[in-house]
């Protein structure tokens, strides 16, 4: 009784049906997506207060807390799948941008507001498609997290949808400038489907989604968006990848810098 | 025609007695109508500025609980400028003309926002103590005689209380803390204690709108007994703190039964209020930037919601 007792308050029962080689794979790839999700909200957060206009300011602010919130739950998972008794907090703060497994694409400046709405809808089109397919995921605690975020991440693709259609579709200038994000950006949006070295073992084991899956959602859903933009879909890119590898932009060492300045200068206190 | 409107001004001020609610179809005497829009968007900017000194920290905030709950504040001083702006137009301005009248330094905000914020417990004093000031600036204007504006201010001040607790609670995490945690809250304490009491505005003998909009029920209470209240509220919890406010002629009163305390230094009440303190360049600095940037994208929004209705005018 005493033993079971310990067993369940110390262990979530469901990964003991893991073999630890795989619970240290899935932990590494929840990692991921709580990077992802944390590297992105930070960059929106950047953004409050300095909006275009205050029911903007509102949005971005409103997205970045969704990916926080989904950020939170990731970690908390990620944690208790490594065992170590390290904390979201741990994971967040205490681990250098080498070891940080965001795809590129995220971690990018916010630059003008085209560039962080292009961000944005690639992020957003990727987000919610694979949130879909994690829904019928073989691991249930990500299905429980997929469920909550697609009702956020459906929005968040409805709202960089309907910008890139009012930014094409607006001014010459707005246009000017959403061309020139989809030009500078879109080389980082393969990395979201290629999937790395660990990313094919769990999809071959069948726990995680294979993006082949989704490249088709994801691809007619760009060509519509653009097209009802009046803009045209890059042909030929060269696509960057290494993020998800730990090979970084050099922009991420900033944001860490930011945002573990805390962490780093008073170690090991409660805030 | 001059007796008319005598008649309308006894009529109005008869129902202001009543506290009988002003409605925007409503007649009202144009200073009424001015003194508000001049308030009303005063506290609408107060809150779009006052994102400035916290969002500084988001990017910064010591834990993820921490980050997502400051953000969510921030957002909320957004949300509230809204509500303010559009309770402003219905007195017949317009969020343009409010904006323009910010940027070019015509209409002011709430100096405090002139203070940096330095540490992280710069964001348990700001909620502690400047959204516990507000609130007890705010809670009366859930009253206030003009009625959008009160319905306005009902929503803002539950959104303030849970600010202020945040706020303490940040303090209270800090003081239970490590050595260098304690004097972190104390160090912001001081530096934030007097700035706090001088957001209730001039002495009553310097300001002379106080009576007018006492008059008009647009104001509930003045200047200094606000200072007052705010001071009996905010000793007792920086004693419960285990803190120390800086004015060592803080000493309850039991004749008055309340706390005597040290004269406000009005040089730099008026000096920050004249554009001279730290931060009042880079503050609204950064809002005119952010508009400025802003316009090709306000400018888009606008065409492609005009073609848009064309297309949509031209299939009907």
Same mark, same amino acid.
């Given at each position: 009784m005493q033993g079971d007792m310990e067993f369940a308050s110390s262990e979530n029962?469901?990964? +003991?049906?893991?073999?630890p080689a795989v619970r240290q794979q899935l932990f590494q790839f929840v990692l991921q997506l709580a990077d992802t999700s944390l590297v992105l909200g930070h960059r929106l957060s950047e953004w409050c207060g300095h909006g275009p206009i205050l029911e903007q300011d509102l949005a971005m602010a409103n997205i970045a807390l969704d990916l926080l919130g989904e950020t939170r739950s990731l970690y908390q998972y990620a944690a208790e799948l490594e065992g170590?008794?390290?904390t979201e907090d741990d994971l967040a703060y205490l681990r250098s941008a080498t070891e940080y497994r965001n795809p590129l694409l995220v971690e990018?400046?916010?630059?003008?507001f085209a560039d962080t709405v292009v961000r944005q809808f690639l992020f957003d089109n990727f987000h919610y498609h694979f949130l879909k397919q994690l829904l019928?995921? +073989?691991?249930e605690r990500l299905a429980a997290i997929a469920e909550k975020s697609l009702k956020e991440a459906t929005y968040h693709l409805k709202w960089s949808s309907e910008w890139i259609i009012r930014l094409g579709d607006g001014t010459e200038e707005s246009r000017q400038r959403v061309e020139k994000a989809i030009a500078e950006l879109?080389?980082?949006?393969?990395?979201?489907?290629?999937?790395t070295a660990l990313e094919k073992e769990l999809q071959a084991a069948g726990l995680i989604p294979d993006y082949a899956e989704i490249q088709a959602g994801m691809a007619a859903h760009a060509e519509q968006v653009l097209a009802e933009a009046t803009l045209a879909v890059p042909q030929q890119v060269f696509m960057l990848t290494g993020g998800k590898d730990g090979?970084?932009?050099?922009h991420l060492g900033y944001i860490l810098t930011e945002l573990q300045y805390m962490q780093r200068t008073f170690p090991g206190l409660t805030w | 025609m001059e007796t008319l409107e005598m008649t309308q001004e006894e009529q109005f001020q008869a129902r202001i007695d009543a506290d009988v609610r002003i409605e925007p179809k409503d007649w009202m005497p144009d200073a009424y109508r001015k003194t508000l829009i001049r308030q009303i968007s005063q506290h609408a900017h107060s809150e779009l500025v006052g994102m400035l000194p916290e969002g500084n920290w988001i990017t910064r905030a010591p834990s993820l609980k921490r980050k997502s709950i400051l953000l969510s504040k921030v957002q909320d001083e957004a949300g509230h400028g809204l509500y303010l702006y559009s309770a402003a137009e219905?007195?017949?301005?317009t969020r343009d003309q409010m904006l323009a009248d910010l940027h070019s330094g015509k209409a002011k905000y709430s100096s405090?926002?002139?203070?940096?914020?330095?540490?992280?417990a710069d964001m348990g004093c700001v909620g502690w103590l400047v959204d516990g000031a507000a609130i007890l600036n705010q809670v009366p204007l859930c009253r206030t005689s003009y009625g959008p504006y009160a319905r306005a201010m009902v929503r803002v001040c539950k959104e303030e209380s849970f600010h202020q607790r945040q706020g303490f609670e940040i303090m209270q995490t800090l003081c239970e803390g490590a050595p260098e945690q304690k004097a972190m809250a104390q160090e912001a304490l001081n530096r934030w204690w007097w700035p706090t009491l001088m957001m209730?505005?001039?002495?009553d003998e310097d300001s002379p709108n106080t009576a007018q909009s006492m008059n008009w029920r647009?104001?509930?209470?003045t200047n200094d007994e606000l200072r007052q209240k705010f001071v009996d509220m905010m000793v007792p919890q920086a004693e419960f703190l285990g803190l120390t406010v800086?004015?060592?002629?803080?000493k309850w009163n039991e004749a008055r039964q309340a706390y005597d305390f040290g004269e406000v230094n009005w040089d730099e009440f008026w000096a920050v209020v004249k554009g001279?303190?730290?931060c009042n360049r880079d503050r609204l600095g950064a809002r005119v930037k952010a508009h400025e940037e802003g316009a090709w994208v306000r400018e888009a929004a606008m065409a492609h919601a005009a073609k848009r209705a064309e297309r949509e005018t031209a299939a009907a």
């Amino acid at each position: 009784m005493q033993g079971d007792m310990e067993f369940a308050s110390s262990e979530n029962p469901a990964l +003991a049906n893991y073999a630890p080689a795989v619970r240290q794979q899935l932990f590494q790839f929840v990692l991921q997506l709580a990077d992802t999700s944390l590297v992105l909200g930070h960059r929106l957060s950047e953004w409050c207060g300095h909006g275009p206009i205050l029911e903007q300011d509102l949005a971005m602010a409103n997205i970045a807390l969704d990916l926080l919130g989904e950020t939170r739950s990731l970690y908390q998972y990620a944690a208790e799948l490594e065992g170590q008794g390290r904390t979201e907090d741990d994971l967040a703060y205490l681990r250098s941008a080498t070891e940080y497994r965001n795809p590129l694409l995220v971690e990018q400046p916010n630059g003008d507001f085209a560039d962080t709405v292009v961000r944005q809808f690639l992020f957003d089109n990727f987000h919610y498609h694979f949130l879909k397919q994690l829904l019928t995921n +073989a691991d249930e605690r990500l299905a429980a997290i997929a469920e909550k975020s697609l009702k956020e991440a459906t929005y968040h693709l409805k709202w960089s949808s309907e910008w890139i259609i009012r930014l094409g579709d607006g001014t010459e200038e707005s246009r000017q400038r959403v061309e020139k994000a989809i030009a500078e950006l879109w080389r980082f949006s393969g990395e979201l489907t290629m999937p790395t070295a660990l990313e094919k073992e769990l999809q071959a084991a069948g726990l995680i989604p294979d993006y082949a899956e989704i490249q088709a959602g994801m691809a007619a859903h760009a060509e519509q968006v653009l097209a009802e933009a009046t803009l045209a879909v890059p042909q030929q890119v060269f696509m960057l990848t290494g993020g998800k590898d730990g090979r970084h932009t050099e922009h991420l060492g900033y944001i860490l810098t930011e945002l573990q300045y805390m962490q780093r200068t008073f170690p090991g206190l409660t805030w | 025609m001059e007796t008319l409107e005598m008649t309308q001004e006894e009529q109005f001020q008869a129902r202001i007695d009543a506290d009988v609610r002003i409605e925007p179809k409503d007649w009202m005497p144009d200073a009424y109508r001015k003194t508000l829009i001049r308030q009303i968007s005063q506290h609408a900017h107060s809150e779009l500025v006052g994102m400035l000194p916290e969002g500084n920290w988001i990017t910064r905030a010591p834990s993820l609980k921490r980050k997502s709950i400051l953000l969510s504040k921030v957002q909320d001083e957004a949300g509230h400028g809204l509500y303010l702006y559009s309770a402003a137009e219905t007195l017949g301005t317009t969020r343009d003309q409010m904006l323009a009248d910010l940027h070019s330094g015509k209409a002011k905000y709430s100096s405090i926002f002139n203070y940096p914020t330095l540490s992280w417990a710069d964001m348990g004093c700001v909620g502690w103590l400047v959204d516990g000031a507000a609130i007890l600036n705010q809670v009366p204007l859930c009253r206030t005689s003009y009625g959008p504006y009160a319905r306005a201010m009902v929503r803002v001040c539950k959104e303030e209380s849970f600010h202020q607790r945040q706020g303490f609670e940040i303090m209270q995490t800090l003081c239970e803390g490590a050595p260098e945690q304690k004097a972190m809250a104390q160090e912001a304490l001081n530096r934030w204690w007097w700035p706090t009491l001088m957001m209730f505005g001039p002495k009553d003998e310097d300001s002379p709108n106080t009576a007018q909009s006492m008059n008009w029920r647009i104001k509930r209470f003045t200047n200094d007994e606000l200072r007052q209240k705010f001071v009996d509220m905010m000793v007792p919890q920086a004693e419960f703190l285990g803190l120390t406010v800086p004015d060592p002629l803080v000493k309850w009163n039991e004749a008055r039964q309340a706390y005597d305390f040290g004269e406000v230094n009005w040089d730099e009440f008026w000096a920050v209020v004249k554009g001279n303190g730290l931060c009042n360049r880079d503050r609204l600095g950064a809002r005119v930037k952010a508009h400025e940037e802003g316009a090709w994208v306000r400018e888009a929004a606008m065409a492609h919601a005009a073609k848009r209705a064309e297309r949509e005018t031209a299939a009907a």
